[in-house]
């Protein structure tokens, strides 16, 4: 009886909102080597821009393709219309690996804390 209490109750839980958008990406070349946060821009880290969002926080992006990618929020942007992500470049690769479009359609998702693995 409390399995069937527990299991009504998990799957009662809110899901993490999913934004269909378009991501693009920038370089230290093209942009700046200083991010919003005051971290130092690395072309090479998993790292994002969007307008809003807390600084820290990770995201599941996943192209049409199947591939995603989990990307943590370190800076503002981007700030032209119809575009709702900015990667670095190592988070666009790991999307479209040849880097064939400059922008690409995606799924955007909160991850849970919890969900992302140690370093070590």
Request: proline share 5%.
């Amino acid at each position: 009886m409390l399995t069937l209490i527990a299991l009504m109750l998990y799957t009662q839980q809110p899901v993490a909102p999913v934004h269909e958008g378009v991501a693009s990406y920038y370089t230290v070349a093209s942009s700046s080597d200083m991010t919003a946060s005051g971290e130092t821009m690395i072309d090479e880290a998993l790292t994002c821009a969007m307008i809003f969002g807390k600084f820290g926080e990770h995201y599941r992006v996943t192209a049409e393709n199947g591939n995603s990618v989990v990307v943590r929020l370190n800076d503002r942007g981007p700030y032209i219309d119809g575009r709702d992500i900015d990667l670095s470049e190592a988070a666009m690769r790991a999307l479209d690996p040849k880097l064939k479009k400059g922008v690409i359609n995606v799924t955007i998702e909160k991850v849970n804390e919890k969900e992302i693995p140690p370093l070590f």
